[in-house]
Structure formats: structure tokens, C-alpha cells
């Protein structure tokens, strides 16, 4: 039944940049009044591209308290506005800033099709013209307001009832009430359908919801699914192939690691050490990083001090990385220096600038000085 139903959105910024307002602003996609009392907003005029149209459904979305602003739908089949004193272009007419909005209204009365106070779901059955456009006044004796997230206007009119057999479409006071009555079963139906044929959308890792992350997340066992943000989730569902391709490797721990804390992660294992040099070396060595060639040792700089959370954390993740026969030990690296500790010039410390000694009545001796 809807196979050949359209519709318009307002719910980017350059929707409501092509329309006109006064008191009211686009914030964080919300349509708000910009101050305290009332504002407006007339929209630009749409064109349904067929004569006569007999438009479907409006549909108010708001993030907050329902109502609080009332809609004037105005309709024509012409762009022009005629007047007792003349006539105009509709855009003109709204785009016009030095015609009032009392003014703007009085030139469009005769194209004044329907007043809807607050209503987030309206049928548009008795609207008619190619031409539609709309002013909202929000705000003042409307009643307080929470802001506008999303228009949507759906044509042209489908009617359950041109399913019925004539006789239900012979009088037309009755023929009108059974439409309406019919809409509000049309109008669940055709929002179930819509939800079903945007279904893939919802497994989708780029357009899914926040909470539906987190529901295909456990379907691919990613572990510690309330550590992540809704960034991470995104790119842990994208690429779970890829991981689980490389998971019980340096590469997955290091990635899993550094997409957790931001920031570079450095992986010593055993055969590092075996071929680290000299028999000292490798000794000082397998002190830091340990002598057991089934363990991994991490070294995280974060240039920050992590509180115990972020810490476990970090070594759950880690933990969940490697082979279930592996020991992974996670440092975190301090931005100051520990002797014969983890402690690597460039990374966590420096060395300070030089600087000379002068004799001048005030002198200062040379030093260098480790730190960050």
C-alpha cells in the first residue's frame, strides 16, 4: 500500500536554514526558542510535483515535553499569494524579513489549510494543493517548550477504506468518519512496516543504536562490553573478523589495547630477551620482564595517572588477548624516573636542556635533570 508513498524531513540544519525564524535556533538538532517568551519558524514552500494533492500524515517529533507550540499548514496549487492589495510569491513573502509576522499570515489566509495545536500525529486528509508549507510558534500562551527534533510530512493520501467494498464509501459524512477511524490502525501498521524494512539498519555497526551495540556485541563474545564507548563497540563489531582472525597474537593485544586506553602500548615477549645480547643484558632483562617463556609482559604509557578501574581494566583486556596458557603482566609507565625500574629515555623521561655555568657575580652551576 505504500509502495508509492513519499515524504519530506526536517531534521538537518539546512532544512531549517532554507525557512525563516524569529526566536527560535537549531541547537544540537533541536529546534529551541532562543530566549525566554516565543519565536517562529515558517518553512520553505515543498513541492509534491502533482496538482491537487491530497496530502497523507504529519508527524512531530520532540525530545522532551509534548506540545507547547501550535502549526499552521498552509496549501495552494500556485506559488503566488493574492491578496485584497495584491499579490506575492509565497517564498518571497517568508523570506521577506521586513514583512511582520502578522503581515505574512494576512497575505497567506486564503491558503490557510489547517491549525494544529501540539499534535505529534496528525492526518492531513482534508489538505490539498502541490504546494505545502507550514509556521510554528512555539512557546508563550502555546505552553512551555522543549524543542522540535524532527518533521516529517508523508504523501500522497492512501486510505485503508479504498479497500472496502463501495458501499462503505457511499455516504460521505460516515465515508469520512470510517476513514479516520481506519487511520489510527493505517498509521501502526505503517510504522510496524517501516521498522521492519529498516531492520537491517539496526545491524548495522555504523547506524545502530547505542543499546543495540552492545546486544550484538554479546553475540560475538566481545568480552567487557560496558568498558567500551559506543566509538569502540562500532569499530569492535566492523572489524570482528579481522580480530578473531588474529586473536592470541602480539598484534590483537596490542590493538585490543590501544584501542581501550588511546595511547602507544609496547609488548616485550621471551624471545625478545633470548636475543637481546649480551648474557648481563639478558639477565637485567629477564629481572624486568620476567624468565618464564610462557609469559608476556605490556607496557602502557598513558601520560597520566590511571586510577585502580581503568587499571583492571586494562588487564582484563589484556588477560582475554592472550592464550589461556600465557601469563601477561600489565605496567603501566610513570612519568618519572625509578632506577634499575621501567624507565626508557623518550618514552616516560628525558633529558633536560643544558645549561653552562656563568661567573658573573650570580653564577649558576651546570646541571642536567631527568624528567617529563
Known sequence: MSEDRKYIIFNKPMDYRRGTADGLILQDGVLKLSGKGSGWFFSRVLDSRETEMLWHRLRVFQPG???????????????????????????????????????????????????????????????????LWFLIEAGGAAGDFDGISGIRIDFPKQSWISWLPEVYQGNQRSKDFLERYLGIFQSIYEELTEEIDHSPGAFDPDSAGADFLSWMAGWLSIEDIPAWNEEQLRYLLKNALRLYRIRGTSEYLKEMLKLYCRC??????????????????????????????????????????????????????????????????????????????HTYLGINSRLGEYRPMRLDGSSSMHFSKIGQ
Open 264 to 341: 602507544e602500548v609496547y609488548i616485550v615477549e621471551h624471545h625478545h630477551l633470548q636475543n637481546s645480547g649480551e648474557p648481563e643484558k639478558i639477565r637485567q632483562m629477564k629481572k624486568l620482564y620476567g624468565d618464564s617463556p610462557y609469559s608476556v609482559t605490556v607496557l602502557i604509557h598513558t601520560g597520566q595517572s590511571e586510577g585502580q578501574k581503568e587499571y583492571k581494566t586494562l588487564v582484563r583486556i589484556a588477560v582475554h588477548a592472550v592464550p589461556a596458557h600465557i601469563e601477561c603482566r600489565v605496567i603501566l609507565l610513570k612519568p618519572y624516573v625509578f632506577l634499575d625500574q
Open 65 to 131: 515535553t509534548i506540545g507547547g507550540w501550535n502549526m499552521t499548514i498552509y496549501s495552494s496549487d500556485s506559488r503566488m499569494l493574492d491578496w485584497e492589495n495584491g499579490s506575492q510569491a509565497a517564498d518571497e513573502c517568508i523570506a521577506d524579513q521586513n514583512i511582520s509576522l502578522e503581515e505574512k499570515k494576512y497575505r497567506m489566509k486564503r491558503c490557510k489549510a489547517r491549525l494544529i495545536k501540539g499534535e505529534n500525529d496528525v492526518l492531513l486528509y482534508d489538505v490539498r494543493g502541490r504546494y
